[in-house]
Nanobody
Framework: QVQLVESGGGLVQPGGSLRLSCAASGSISSINVMGWYRQVPGKQRELVTTINNIGRIRYADSAKGRFTISRDNAKNTIDLQMNSLQPEDTAVYYC????????????WGQGTQVTVSS
């Protein structure tokens, strides 16, 4: 069983910064992808950014230049540094882990609220 625990959400003013963290525990394959997705009410969950076990990173266009993902393979943790936040970044942010054990297994954290408002 895999568990993902997120932290670091909250309220920030436009132009501000927040840092999200996610810690994975349990049976995790060495071949994996971790990342962040976000969702607002009435819309589909969307990709923010992912990073795989060899450090390959993917960003959504909305995140490029403002968000930075990093990971610690030894600790199975990822961080998301979010700068220049705007009201449209307001969403519930979910940590995701895709772990390959002959097939891909998908795991989600409980989500953390990020609100950007003056």
């Amino acid at each position: 069983q895999v568990q993902l625990v997120e932290s670091g959400g909250g309220l920030v003013q436009p132009g501000g910064s927040l840092r999200l963290s996610c810690a994975a525990s349990g049976s995790i394959s060495s071949i994996n992808v971790m990342g962040w997705y976000r969702q607002v009410p009435g819309k589909q969950r969307e990709l923010v950014t992912t990073i795989n076990n060899i450090g390959r990173i993917r960003y959504a266009d909305s995140a490029k230049g403002r968000f930075t993902i990093s990971r610690d393979n030894a600790k199975n943790t990822i961080d998301l540094q979010m700068n220049s936040l705007q009201p449209e970044d307001t969403a519930v942010y979910y940590c995701n882990l895709q772990s390959f054990t002959g097939r891909w297994n998908d795991y989600w954290g409980q989500g953390t609220q990020v609100t950007v408002s003056s």
